[in-house]
């Protein structure tokens, strides 16, 4: 069982960036492949970023792409979400996710969930 709990998110202006962070414990993230999600009020969860296990490729929505940027510590048992150019449209709770078999990059590929951390731009 891996427990999964998020970190970083707050309330930033429409241009600012936001680290967000991963912590796993439970067992190492090290054979994981982990994902980034989020879901804004009234919409359905959605896929932002993702990270393989083994060779560390990413793969982004197109909606971030450019201005996102997903990394993992394995050492460190941690994965981020490095988050510049910050618009309101990117407000919404977001989740960390994991697989240890295929690319989290749609919520029904996901094993582990966190908890989720709030993340508020203004215009």
């Known amino acids: 069982q891996v427990q999964l709990v998020e970190s970083g998110g707050g309330l930033v202006q429409a241009g600012g960036s936001l680290r967000l962070s991963c912590a796993a414990s439970?067992?190492?993230?090290?054979?994981?492949?982990m994902g980034w999600f989020r879901q804004a009020p009234g919409k359905e969860r959605e896929f932002v970023a993702s990270?393989?296990?083994?060779?560390?490729?990413?793969r982004y929505a197109d909606s971030v792409r450019g201005r996102f940027t997903i990394s993992r510590d394995n050492a460190g048992n941690t994965v981020f979400l490095q988050m510049n150019s910050l618009k309101p449209e990117d407000t919404a709770l977001y989740y960390c996710?994991?697989?240890?078999?295929?690319?989290?990059?749609?919520?029904?590929?996901?094993?582990?969930w966190g908890q989720g951390t709030q993340v508020t731009v203004s215009s």
């Open positions: 996710a994991a697989n240890p078999n295929v690319i989290p990059n749609h919520p029904t590929f996901v094993n582990y």
């Open positions: 439970g067992r190492t993230l090290s054979s994981y492949n």
């Open positions: 990270i393989t296990w083994n060779t560390f490729t990413t």
